[in-house]
């Protein structure tokens, strides 16, 4: 079945690195791709989402990139804030959404 | 805009005995979603509907778990007997439109149960 893999946290990074969080799939079909975030005490929320191959979804300074040929959907940001800390999850959405295991972001001061 | 509503954030019970969730979505989305997620991994829909009807249960554990949406705005989520390894984030989310397509979907707080 479709299945969705991230890198395990926590990530603990300075202010203003460069984040990767990498993500890729699996899918029999041709999914839309998404990342979620949490942050500390509140519900999930939309990121961004990319609908098809070669699609960059960005919000916020974050950027992924639908990448069909190494089925991957890696977030990036070049200049994380603490504001980021949180968990970021990334899913995929065939006939119904299914999430990584979600990875949890430190940033420090 | 109000958000999903959830209640209550928490609930603290013994195993065996029976629970239930409530969900307020956002008005005027049709598509309610309930989500399992237990500590350390992602949200795994449990039901899906569209109004008052059901779309999708595959992953609902019938035997102890039932959900509803009467009048398809609240909906409630119930485990009756619950067991140890029910114990994670129940999430409601909603979205607006039809099934076909993608929708936004909105997310509750959670309300977060202990089995003991």
């Known amino acids: 079945g479709d299945s969705v893999t991230q890198m395990e946290g926590p990530v603990t990074l300075s202010e203003e690195a460069f984040l990767t969080i990498n993500c890729t799939y699996t899918?029999?079909?041709?999914?839309?791709l998404f990342w979620y975030v949490q942050y500390p005490g509140e519900g999930l929320q939309l990121l961004l989402k990319?609908?098809?191959?070669?699609d960059k979804g960005s919000n916020k300074g974050f950027e992924a990139t639908y990448r069909k040929e190494t089925t991957s959907f890696h977030l990036e940001k070049g200049s994380v804030q603490v504001s980021d800390s949180a968990v970021y999850f990334c899913?995929?959405?065939?006939?119904?959404?299914?999430f990584g295991k979600g990875t949890r972001l430190h940033i420090l001061p | 805009e109000a958000g999903v509503a959830q209640s209550p954030r928490y609930k603290i019970i013994e195993k065996r005995q029976s629970v239930a969730f409530w969900c307020n979505p956002i008005?005027?989305?049709?598509?309610l979603y309930w989500y399992q997620q237990i500590l350390g991994q992602g949200p795994k829909l449990l039901i899906q509907?569209?109004?008052?009807?059901?779309?999708?249960d595959s992953q609902l554990p019938k035997d102890r778990f039932s959900a509803e949406r009467l009048k398809g705005v609240d909906s409630t989520l119930k485990i009756q007997p619950a067991k140890l390894e029910d114990s994670a984030v129940y999430l409601c989310?909603?979205?607006?439109?039809?099934?076909?397509?993608?929708?936004?979907?909105?997310f509750g707080p959670g309300t977060r149960l202990t089995v003991l």
């Open positions: 989310a909603s979205s607006g439109g039809t099934s076909g397509g993608y929708n936004e979907q909105f």
């Open positions: 899918a029999t079909g041709y999914p839309s």
């Open positions: 990319a609908t098809k191959a070669d």
């Open positions: 899913a995929l959405r065939d006939d119904k959404i299914i």
């Open positions: 008005s005027g989305h049709a598509t």
């Open positions: 509907f569209q109004n008052n009807g059901v779309v999708d």
